[in-house]
């Protein structure tokens, strides 16, 4: 029975750690706007190859090298023309004003294209964190990009609560090594 209950703890932990970690990149994320080399994908345009959800391990591109970075053929983040909307869509064509770009479920390239490649953030290394495990979903749900405006009242109340708990672990601790000194003196 220890030995379970050993594993369930350390699981447990590890499992704490990894969420908020999550929650931390999350919130960092929001406030400021920056683009971790961690991207979830937000839509459905590039299935199957890409899902709402995925978590994926994007590269930055060498603005002075762009010439050479991305290739034809390549799934790269880029900022939406004139907003600041992250895209992630397949390049399939180079031209000299910069990449015709296409989700691999939309049946015509983007009307915004060709991307300037000012506007190219990175190219996705192929590398991802499926949509099946959920955190991606959960990441989306918590910055309040989808079932909005849930996320945020969800992620606000989880802050609020582990405030509360490192609040009350720190005055419990203080509280009983009080009672060791006091202890200790009688």
């Known amino acids: 029975m220890k030995i379970s209950k050993k594993i ?20 960092v994320s ?9 991207l979830i994908v937000k839509s459905g345009s590039m299935e199957p190859v890409l899902e709402r959800g995925d978590i994926i391990l994007i590269e930055k591109v060498d603005p002075k090298n762009i010439v050479a970075d991305p290739v034809k053929g390549d799934i790269i983040v880029f900022y939406k023309p004139g907003t600041d909307i992250l895209i992630v869509h397949r390049a399939i064509q180079r ?27 990175g190219r996705w290394t192929g590398i991802k964190i499926p949509s099946w495990t959920g955190l991606g979903l959960l990441l989306l749900f918590l910055k309040g990009e989808i079932y909005a405006p849930y996320g945020k009242i969800v992620l606000i109340t989880l802050l609020i609560i582990n405030v509360i708990l490192i609040v009350r672990d720190i005055f ?3 509280r009983r090594s009080a009672q060791k000194e006091q202890s200790k003196e009688y």
């Open 8 to 27: 369930v703890d350390i699981a447990s932990y590890i499992l704490l750690g990894i969420l908020t970690t999550l929650l931390i990149m999350a919130v």
């Open 30 to 38: 929001a406030l400021t706007g920056s683009v971790f080399p961690l």
């Open 95 to 121: 031209t000299s004003n910069g990449f015709i770009t296409k989700g691999d479920a939309n049946n015509f390239p983007d009307a915004f294209s060709p991307i300037s490649p000012e506007y190219i953030v």
């Open 172 to 174: 419990s601790r203080l």
